[in-house]
């Protein structure tokens, strides 16, 4: 096989069947994949259902890479939902002349995510577009998952408890520094699939009214989305939001607002008032000792928005994250 | 022996420690009551404002003392033609402008560089200004111009980048100066209004100039100037100190930046200005108009890299400026509030920004939009 991927890799032929057969089944290996038919064949109960693409640079970072994101990011999308993540589709477009090395590199990282998280990948597809068509490469991934409890922004109250799993705005920090070659010691992606402690969770039958991780936006994107689609006021409590000190020195440093900054391994629970402490006590169990409580869901409100008191009593708002992420010029 | 490393948050966290500021509000409104009278602050710096926004200090003092936002926002005050001449530079062949991040936003008087990036432009935006010659010398056979913007502050960074670009011998590297500075703006608001108790002084560009360029406002108009850093306890000490002289009578410069900002200021990043750049005649301020020596050029002998002089006719000359019926103008002479504008984020939101104030992380209407618009 070649060391770089050609166009003739997505043509269908020959190249095209290598390609699947020696890399994609291969890596990620399993029956109902092996069949090689046109479509696969599932039978599961309610299905909870997302999709999303990927696109980073640079492709691998420190605490992951775009495969690993590819499927913890969709698989994480499910689990919110309260579903059991089981299948994942995979569409990979890659730019003509990506190396095949790289690839087999990202496929590795996958398969290895998904067994983790016990998620076959059941279909898939490969296109190859020419240089400069892409960025080198662009992962689609959707992840089909069963429901176990319903959680949805719908169900979110006065009066519930708002808790973060883990420090935020480590992802985010970790890329925009790789982007632009700053070296700060200390920052990595929070990347990780967040399944294993929603089962812990979701075995307790915990009053969870609602789960989002803070992906893209940050913190600040889910409380906001929050109370304007629960129409809710929401206070938070600056000083219990979790950072690392590193993110919040990069943050200062650049003149960034850590609250904007995307996650990809933490997430932000509506919790009922009396499940609140065996929640932070189940997350603490469950691989997230730094899960916090944050603040609180107030009530119904003309303009939603959330309040963020600092620990001196003055108060401001949260803002929603908007336009490119810029830092200041003096 | 081993050392541990420096950690960042050790050069920030003493300055935001709860129980000091709360000390320092109860002194402030031990202050203001001996005073007895309302006070108005101007900040002139937009991170100050940023600062007073965000921290939420004006809730800390007592309804008497009252923050004016000035005009020390170096992208809220460029006039449109110039911002047209940015998108007028990059449109030309082989070209790639380069700037700083705050100005792929701000509107022109038809569009603006997020625009004209979007249309094909080959627009970049840097951290920092040396950057520049990485892309200069990584593309020979374009032009490349930076867009210098900014107070003295980032004056000097322009000054190092010409300088190492001449060092280097970097030939299609060319110039925009788009470099004003902070007294003659005090000096017109002054002459002009008549409101302003006192001043809090910029402690980046005083770290730059030192202190002296604020003289003339304590001795001949009898403003306090206090200069400050960016913290929460720095903005307030600032404060504490506006009114202790205010309360003895006195009008003096004083320093509480003294960890960056020494009285003679960066005698390199003068040396460096001086020789590079000269005052302009004058320079048109958006929203507030002419004002005469209140900017900096490149000096003649350097006139083959200064990009107004080489690609004149992509520069517009000065035009009347399409208003949109917003305040900026009077929030930066301190006349307005942000929300005192009927476009507060009505028509006018950071997004689709209809006057500069909007635009920038230092404006003072980005400010209130951002962290008071309820």
Redesign the interface.
């Known amino acids: 096989m070649a060391d770089r991927i050609l166009l003739a890799h997505g043509s269908g032929g020959l190249e095209n069947q290598c390609l699947i057969r020696d890399i994609f089944v291969a890596g990620f290996e399993n029956h109902i994949l092996s069949t090689m038919d046109d479509a696969a064949v599932v039978n599961i109960g309610t299905l909870a259902v997302s999709t999303d693409s990927y696109t980073v640079d640079p492709l691998f970072f420190s605490g992951g890479d775009i495969g690993k994101l590819a499927v913890a990011g969709t698989t994480n999308d499910v689990s919110m939902r309260g579903a059991r993540p089981l299948y994942l589709t995979v569409a990979f477009i890659i730019e003509e002349g990506f190396e095949i090395d790289l690839l087999k590199k990202i496929v590795a990282s996958m398969a290895s995510e998904l067994q983790t998280i016990g998620v076959q990948v059941i279909t898939g597809d490969t296109k190859v577009v020419p240089k400069g068509a892409v960025d080198k490469i662009i992962i689609n991934t959707t992840g089909i998952g069963e429901l176990v409890c319903d959680c949805a922004v719908s169900h979110i109250q006065t009066g519930d408890q708002l808790i973060v799993s883990g420090p935020i705005a480590e992802h985010g920090a970790c890329i925009f520094a790789a982007r632009?070659e700053i070296s700060v010691?200390g920052l990595r992606s929070d990347c990780r699939s967040l399944w294993p402690g929603i089962e812990s969770l979701l075995n307790k039958k915990l009053h969870i009214h609602a789960m989002r991780d803070a992906t893209r936006g940050g913190l600040s994107a889910v409380l906001n989305e929050w109370a304007e689609q629960s129409h809710h006021l929401i206070h938070i409590v600056e000083n219990q939001v979790p950072i690392s000190?590193?993110v919040?020195?990069?943050c200062?440093?650049?003149?960034i607002d850590p609250f904007t900054l995307a996650c990809e391994g933490t997430f932000v629970l509506s919790v009922a008032e009396q499940d609140c402490q065996s929640t932070l006590e189940v997350l603490h169990q469950a691989g997230y000792p730094h899960a916090a409580l944050i603040g609180t869901v107030m009530e119904k409100h003309a303009?939603p928005?959330v309040i963020l008191q600092?620990?001196?009593?003055?108060?401001?708002?949260m803002?929603y994250p908007?336009?490119?992420i810029?830092?200041?010029?003096? | 022996m081993g050392s541990q490393p420096l950690t960042t948050d050790k050069l920030y966290s003493g300055y935001r420690n709860p129980d000091i500021i709360r000390a320092y509000s109860h002194k402030i409104h031990q202050a203001a009551q001996d005073l007895d009278r309302p006070v108005n602050i101007m900040e002139v710096c937009g991170g100050h404002t940023f600062s007073i926004v965000k921290y939420g200090l004006d809730q800390l003092v007592p309804d008497s003392i009252r923050f004016i936002h000035g005009p020390g926002c170096p992208v809220c005050v460029l006039p449109q033609h110039r911002i047209d001449a940015s998108i007028a530079l990059a449109s030309m062949e082989d070209t790639i402008l380069v700037t700083l991040g705050d100005m792929i936003k701000i509107p022109g008087s038809r569009t603006s560089l997020q625009h004209a990036r979007a249309e094909g432009r080959d627009v970049r935006f840097v951290y920092t200004p040396l950057d520049a010659i990485k892309i200069a010398t990584e593309n020979p056979h374009k032009k490349v111009i930076y867009f210098a913007i900014g107070f003295e502050t980032t004056t000097p960074m322009t000054a190092l980048l010409i300088e190492q670009s001449r060092q280097l011998k970097v030939n299609n590297l060319f110039f925009h100066i788009n470099h004003v500075l902070v007294p003659p703006a005090i000096e017109l608001i002054l002459q002009q209004g008549g409101h302003i108790d006192a001043f809090i002084g910029p402690g980046h560009v005083t770290t730059i100039t030192g202190t002296g360029i604020y003289e003339p406002f304590a001795l001949q108009h009898h403003k306090p100037v206090v200069i400050s850093g960016f913290e929460p306890i720095d903005v307030l000490d600032a404060v504490l100190k506006i009114l202790l002289q205010l309360c003895d009578n006195k009008a003096i410069v004083e320093n509480c930046y003294s960890r960056s900002a020494k009285p003679e200021g960066n005698l390199k990043a003068q040396a460096l200005v001086s020789k590079y750049f000269e005052t302009r005649e004058d320079f048109i301020w958006r929203g507030i108009g002419t004002i005469e020596n209140s900017a900096m050029k490149l000096r003649d002998e350097y006139v083959e890299i200064d990009a107004e002089q080489q690609f004149s006719r992509y520069c517009p000359r000065a035009t009347q400026e399409k208003t949109s019926g917003c305040l900026c103008g009077q929030i930066l002479m301190g006349h307005a509030q942000p929300k005192d504008c009927a476009l507060f984020g009505k028509g006018c939101t950071p997004s689709s920004p209809q006057g500069s104030c909007m635009v920038s992380n230092e404006g003072a209407c980005a400010a209130y939009y951002r962290y008071r618009r309820y």
Do not use: N
């Open positions: 632009e010691h000190t590193p919040s020195g990069f200062e440093m650049l003149g303009h928005h600092s620990d001196y009593g003055t108060e401001r708002l803002e908007s336009g490119e810029l830092p200041r010029i003096c």
